[in-house]
């Protein structure tokens, strides 16, 4: 596991809409194993290990990260926002944050005052950036309106194997589907393996959609985060117990493919990994609804990385977890091919 190429995900910025720099990386580090890669109108990364492969499967980590987009530049040279994705403006109060213009990043600071720390409800439009600039004209020369901006972290390593950062949601699903197709090559899988780093899903689910369409798989996982329920103020009651570094999530959900299910848990036994579950009744909010949808029908399951404080700036994650996911993700691919072989079906009836 490649731990210095997620760290380099995680610095750099991929607002929902403007991932092209960091797809760039996901396809470098995808030549070291693909033997083909594709990319698409919606800026989707995909690296193939067996093209010609009678059956394919989809793996799906979306890329990009929640934000803002600069709207207006003011007189003084400050900048207005508008949310990009489920951002919850309260916790970007006196924080500093970075402006990604062409390529280049320009620093600055939400701005904080009495008044704004005392509404009860902050919203985007109240936020305002400073970057230093005294007039418009000299904020011109670094910034645009449709600039995207982000919170200005790096990854920092904490006690018991844990990190953080912003945006693990979902650079740490896009990185454990190269390497767990990586691994699942060396492996010796035979079946087509499609590892995207999908694009949108903060904001419209569109790359998923145009992955899914243009690969026409037998099958998806979708690799997300989930709410870790021993993180302050949740409640395992709510969809599940679990814990950070116990474990890839599996999602016992309406929407999931029971039979693909239930080769991951066997996968998981057969591999000593422990696995932990969440519980969704109807939609899962990841690109595995989409991908659901998408063709005549795709059969999807969901493999989630456990998660503290999400859509924040501050987002923690285990290093524990994320190896151990792209294990089952690598040991599924590899027993799948071997079932399809000898005629596995996704249907849980026939008539």
Same mark, same amino acid.
């Given at each position: 596991?490649?731990?210095?190429?997620?760290?380099?995900?995680?610095?750099?910025?991929?607002?929902?809409?403007?991932?092209?720099?960091?797809?760039?990386?996901?396809?470098?580090?995808?030549?070291?194993?693909?033997?083909?890669?594709?990319?698409?109108?919606?800026?989707?990364?995909?690296?193939?290990?067996?093209?010609?492969?009678?059956?394919?499967?989809?793996?799906?980590?979306?890329?990009?990260?929640?934000?803002?987009?600069?709207?207006?530049?003011?007189?003084?040279?400050?900048?207005?926002?508008?949310?990009?994705?489920?951002?919850?403006?309260?916790?970007?109060?006196?924080?500093?944050?970075?402006?990604?213009?062409?390529?280049?990043?320009?620093?600055?600071?939400?701005?904080?005052?009495?008044?704004?720390?005392?509404?009860?409800?902050?919203?985007?439009?109240?936020?305002?950036?400073?970057?230093?600039?005294?007039?418009?004209?000299?904020?011109?020369?670094?910034?645009?309106? *449709?600039?995207?901006? =982000? @919170?200005? &972290?790096? #990854?920092? +390593?904490?006690?018991? $194997?844990?990190?953080?950062?912003? !945006?693990?949601?979902?650079?740490?699903?896009?990185?454990?589907?190269?390497?767990?197709?990586?691994?699942?090559?060396?492996?010796?899988? *035979?079946?087509?393996? =499609? @590892?995207? &780093?999908? #694009?949108? +899903?903060?904001?419209? $689910?569109?790359?998923?959609?145009? !992955?899914?369409?243009?690969?026409?798989?037998?099958?998806?996982?979708?690799?997300?985060?989930?709410?870790?329920?021993?993180?302050?103020?949740?409640?395992?009651?709510?969809?599940?117990?679990?814990?950070?570094?116990?474990?890839?999530?599996?999602?016992?959900?309406? !929407?999931?493919?029971?039979?693909?299910?239930?080769?991951?848990?066997?996968?998981?036994?057969?591999?000593?990994?422990?696995?932990?579950?969440?519980?969704?009744?109807?939609?899962?909010?990841?690109?595995?609804?989409?991908?659901?949808?998408?063709?005549?029908?795709?059969?999807?399951?969901?493999?989630?990385?456990?998660?503290?404080?999400?859509?924040?700036?501050?987002?923690?994650?285990?290093?524990?977890?994320?190896?151990?996911?792209?294990?089952?993700?690598?040991?599924?691919?590899?027993?799948?091919?071997?079932?399809?072989?000898?005629?596995?079906?996704?249907?849980?009836?026939?008539?």
């Amino acid at each position: 596991m490649n731990r210095e190429f997620l760290k380099e995900l995680l610095n750099t910025p991929s607002v929902s809409g403007h991932e092209e720099y960091i797809q760039k990386k996901a396809l470098d580090f995808g030549r070291g194993f693909a033997h083909a890669q594709l990319t698409d109108p919606s800026g989707n990364a995909v690296s193939v290990v067996n093209p010609e492969a009678k059956n394919r499967i989809l793996l799906c980590g979306h890329i990009d990260e929640i934000g803002f987009q600069v709207t207006y530049i003011d007189e003084s040279g400050r900048l207005r926002l508008m949310k990009d994705g489920g951002v919850a403006p309260k916790l970007y109060i006196g924080s500093p944050v970075q402006v990604c213009h062409r390529g280049e990043r320009v620093p600055g600071v939400i701005a904080t005052s009495s008044e704004l720390l005392e509404k009860d409800k902050v919203k985007d439009t109240d936020l305002i950036v400073d970057i230093g600039a005294n007039t418009r004209e000299e904020a011109e020369k670094l910034v645009s309106v *449709g600039d995207p901006v =982000c @919170a200005d &972290t790096e #990854v920092r +390593e904490l006690m018991n $194997g844990l990190f953080t950062c912003r !945006a693990l949601d979902d650079k740490t699903g896009a990185f454990v589907v190269l390497e767990a197709a990586k691994l699942a090559a060396a492996k010796g899988a *035979g079946m087509g393996i =499609c @590892a995207a &780093t999908t #694009v949108g +899903e903060e904001t419209s $689910g569109r790359g998923a959609y145009y !992955a899914a369409g243009r690969i026409k798989p037998d099958c998806c996982i979708a690799v997300d985060v989930t709410w870790a329920s021993d993180a302050p103020g949740t409640d395992p009651g709510d969809t599940g117990e679990v814990d950070l570094s116990g474990g890839p999530v599996l999602c016992r959900a309406t !929407a999931v493919n029971k039979k693909m299910n239930a080769l991951l848990e066997e996968t998981a036994s057969q591999l000593g990994i422990k696995v932990q579950f969440e519980v969704a009744a109807g939609h899962t909010g990841t690109d595995g609804d989409t991908v659901n949808r998408a063709c005549e029908g795709v059969p999807m399951a969901l493999v989630s990385i456990p998660l503290r404080y999400m859509h924040s700036s501050v987002e923690v994650g285990s290093w524990k977890d994320i190896e151990e996911c792209i294990e089952l993700l690598a040991g599924f691919i590899v027993r799948l091919s071997k079932e399809l072989e000898k005629g596995f079906d996704f249907c849980p009836v026939r008539v």
